[in-house]
């Protein structure tokens, strides 16, 4: 039974991970998903074999060699000097990251609850502080409550889209997008979103003692994140092209099913981004551990001051030009991830 708990927490601290501001908003589904549309479906399909595969891989070779950072798997990937300015690299990637979480949750606070943007920014940071005083336990168990009730609520949002007039809109679409760059988006996509979740997969694959729950955790959580994808393209293709023109189409589509689901999901919305920012600020900490004598409380302070600071330029502002630029950049790690090693890691 603890191992069963065990594969449900990894795959729900993976899900969590991966579904940040702007996955659980729906931004990032339009522009990498959507917008391509009858071809949006196949592609989602890839991306979720992706997720499935390579989550499992990090945390798979993460265990076997006793990882205690993403900068140890790094190395082992690279070699050290290699390995060791690409973990640089990717610190720097990971703060700007979470520079737009704390933006996105500023956001929230300012466009629903009606409170002010600092005082979004603040609670985050707090909250964060406290939760991580408990470690990666803190993670999954904060992970193992939101996640259930985010994909409860994806298939509350697939049932309503059924019964729309455009529910078939997902096969019909058309899109004026070429093929390589049709294909190219879920590639750009998952290889952020694997960077990204690769400060919690690591220490997550490390501290499982069972192999079997890290594999199983994999392939449920990379099918998790392929799931979510899917509920949200379907639900949003069925108001193209409208539906693009808002901060947060998720949000818009949650309106339809009552005032009471509108507020959920858009809490949920928050706490998605809670959960991925604390994950990743876990993460870092982690690496500059090793490279600092500097205690873990005094660390974390000092990177969610770092991303205060980068939060102050806004959401929107902050996703458009990084994360693109990031997904171009860490296509380069997935794919020495992807070519490393498949036939010894089968073999031991």
Same mark, same amino acid.
């Given at each position: 039974m603890r191992k069963y708990i065990r594969v449900f927490q990894i795959a729900f601290t993976y899900i969590g991970t991966v579904v940040?501001?702007?996955?659980? /908003?729906?931004?990032?589904?339009?522009?990498?998903? %959507?917008?391509?549309?009858?071809? +949006? =479906?196949?592609? @989602?399909?890839?991306?979720?074999?992706?997720?499935?595969?390579?989550?499992?891989?990090?945390?798979?070779?993460?265990?076997?060699?006793?990882a205690?950072?993403?900068?140890?798997?790094?190395?082992?990937?690279?070699?050290?000097?290699?390995?060791?300015?690409?973990?640089l690299f990717m610190?720097?990637?990971?703060?700007?990251?979470?520079?737009?979480?704390?933006?996105?949750?500023?956001?929230v606070f300012v466009e629903h609850l009606n409170m002010s943007y600092q005082t979004g920014l603040l609670i985050t940071m707090i909250g964060t502080f406290f939760i991580l005083r408990k470690g990666i336990q803190s993670i999954m168990t904060?992970?193992?409550?939101?996640?259930?009730?985010?994909? /409860?609520?994806?298939?509350?949002?697939?049932?309503? %889209?059924?019964?729309?007039?455009? +529910? =078939?809109?997902? @096969?019909?679409?058309?899109t004026d997008h070429s093929l390589p760059t049709v294909w190219l988006a879920p590639l750009l996509y998952t290889a952020f979103n694997l960077v990204m979740a690769m400060p919690v997969l690591v220490p997550l694959g490390s501290q499982t003692q069972s192999a079997r729950a890290v594999k199983w955790g994999g392939i449920l959580g990379g099918a998790g994140v392929g799931f979510m994808l899917m509920a949200a393209h379907f639900a949003m293709s069925a108001q193209m092209p409208g539906i693009a023109q808002f901060e947060i189409p998720m949000g818009s589509i949650a309106v339809q099913l009552g005032w009471m689901v509108q507020m959920i999901y858009l809490i949920l919305i928050f706490l998605?981004?809670?959960?991925t920012f604390v994950a990743n600020i876990y993460g870092i900490t982690l690496q500059v551990q090793q490279r600092t004598s500097l205690s873990p409380k005094v660390i974390t302070l000092g990177i969610m001051v770092f991303c205060y600071v980068f939060s102050q330029?806004?959401?929107?502002?902050?996703?458009?030009?990084?994360?693109?630029?990031?997904?171009?950049?860490?296509?380069?790690?997935?794919?020495?991830?992807?070519?490393?090693?498949?036939a010894e890691i089968r073999g031991k």
């Open positions: 940040g501001a702007g996955f659980a /908003t729906g931004r990032e589904i339009l522009q990498f998903f %959507t917008q391509y549309g009858q071809w +949006a =479906t196949l592609t @989602i399909l890839f991306s979720t074999g992706l997720f499935i595969w390579l989550g499992t891989k990090i945390m798979t070779i993460s265990r076997r060699i006793g205690k950072s993403f900068e140890d798997l790094n190395r082992y990937l690279f070699g050290h000097t290699s390995g060791s300015w690409i973990s610190f720097i990637i990971l703060l700007g990251v979470n520079s737009i979480m704390l933006a996105g949750a500023g956001s904060m992970n193992s409550l939101v996640v259930p009730m985010m994909l /409860t609520l994806s298939v509350a949002i697939v049932t309503q %889209t059924f019964r729309a007039p455009e +529910a =078939t809109r997902f @096969i019909t679409m058309t998605e981004i809670f959960s330029f806004g959401f929107s502002s902050l996703l458009s030009l990084l994360y693109p630029i990031f997904g171009g950049l860490c296509l380069l790690w997935v794919l020495r991830l992807t070519l490393f090693g498949t």
